[in-house]
């Protein structure tokens, strides 16, 4: 049950035309998608420094 030239000539062809070529290449970015964790906070970015020195010093 050896097989024949032919089988493995069919047999390499399959093979070649399945695992040839590498995939097509995805850019790191396309893999990552960016949500985010919660709504952004409007009072996050009010410090005042002159407020907090009124507070703790005055």
Do not use: C, H
């Amino acid at each position: 049950m050896a097989n024949s030239e032919e089988d493995q000539d069919t047999a390499a062809a399959a093979r070649q035309a399945r695992f040839g070529s590498l995939p097509e290449r995805i850019r790191p970015e396309d893999t990552v998608q960016e949500v985010p964790a919660t709504d952004p906070d409007p009072a996050k970015d009010t410090y005042d420094s002159d407020e907090w020195l009124t507070r703790n010093v005055g």
